[in-house]
């Protein structure tokens, strides 16, 4: 079982590309989350999706858009990045229904010039 | 508003040592709080939960405390290894279907 994988594991990208971050889980939670974490600053919140097809805004927004057309996908997408939109990028979902637990995936290393 | 300050942001100390981590909070009214692992260039690896009707939890060297009153929580490590070198962070809920809010960090490095 792998849990949650994302990809890309890093990438460079021009600004005002457009870039999707990709998560995949394969353990059927329904709640499932995107946090950014820079440093000195720790994991700030940017969208989370609590099921399939609701999404809802976290701490840091703007920016960004996801999607959840199904449980098990939850694409982040940059429409035109930035160079402050370099930090590492993390997918999450509870461990549990309660949300009690979370479990993280590998992260995205995304480097904006 | 709820804040998570975890002091220092790093420490070094002799392997074999017995040693704390701190977790503040500001509002004592939490759901739950989480210690976290993280790796260098890795992801964040969940150590102990404790909810907010528990003291404390413990797996293995690991001991986690919570006293919402003084809104502190401490991750105490025996032994300690360098294995353990790695950023260990802290995380609370404030109700169940609230999301995390996260102190930033302390790095730990444990000098063979």
């Known amino acids: 079982i792998a849990g949650i994988t994302q990809a890309p594991t890093s990438q460079i990208l021009a600004a005002g590309r457009r870039m999707t971050l990709r998560c995949t889980q394969d353990m059927r939670h329904n709640a499932m989350y995107w946090y950014r974490q820079d440093l000195g600053l720790g994991l700030r919140l940017i969208h989370y999706?609590?099921?399939?097809?609701?999404?809802g805004k976290g701490e840091v927004p703007d920016g960004y858009s996801v999607s959840r057309a199904n449980t098990d996908d939850f694409p982040l997408t940059l429409a035109s990045a930035v160079p402050s939109q370099t930090s590492v990028y993390f997918c999450?979902?509870?461990?549990?229904?309660?949300?009690?637990?979370?479990?993280f995936g590998p992260g995205t290393r995304l480097t904006v010039l | 508003k709820q804040e998570v300050t975890q002091i220092p942001a790093a420490l070094s100390v002799p392997e074999g040592e017995n040693l704390v981590l701190n977790c503040s909070f500001t509002d004592s009214a939490i759901y739950n709080l989480q210690w976290f692992r993280q790796d260098p260039g890795k992801g964040l690896t969940s150590l102990l939960l404790i909810q907010s009707s528990q003291r404390e939890q413990t797996s293995g060297r690991l001991n986690a405390s919570l006293d919402k009153s003084s809104g502190r929580s401490t991750l105490y490590i025996a032994a300690s290894q360098p294995g353990d070198s790695a950023t260990y962070l802290c995380?609370?809920?404030?109700?169940?279907?609230?999301?995390?809010?996260w102190g930033a960090g302390t790095k730990l490095i444990i000098k063979p």
């Open positions: 995380a609370l809920k404030l109700d169940s279907n609230y999301q995390l809010i």
């Open positions: 999450a979902n509870p461990r549990d229904p309660k949300g009690n637990e979370q479990f």
């Open positions: 999706s609590n099921t399939a097809g609701t999404t």
